[in-house]
């Protein structure tokens, strides 16, 4: 449970700082599947979070949590 808030936190960190990369980038810089990426991001979503993806800057933005 610690783990999955531990890696919850940091994938919040990384779009509140708009790291620039694809998805699987960012698993990997992470260390989790992309398929697991993708879940922290549906969980963000559900705790509110507004997390948009810009083609141009090939990164994710957070607009509130």
Same mark, same amino acid.
């Given at each position: 449970?610690?783990?999955?808030?531990?890696?919850?936190?940091?994938?919040?960190?990384?779009?509140?700082?708009?790291? +620039?990369?694809?998805?699987? /980038? %960012?698993?990997?810089?992470?260390?989790?599947?992309?398929? *697991? $990426?993708?879940?922290?991001?549906?969980?963000? +979503?559900?705790?509110?979070? /507004? %997390?948009?993806?810009?083609?141009?800057?090939?990164?994710? *933005? $957070?607009?509130?949590?």
């Amino acid at each position: 449970m610690i783990q999955k808030y531990n890696q919850l936190t940091k994938v919040h960190q990384l779009i509140k700082k708009q790291f +620039k990369g694809t998805p699987d /980038e %960012i698993a990997n810089r992470l260390g989790i599947s992309k398929s *697991s $990426l993708y879940n922290y991001f549906d969980e963000l +979503k559900q705790l509110g979070a /507004e %997390i948009k993806y810009c083609r141009t800057l090939n990164s994710r *933005s $957070l607009k509130s949590i």
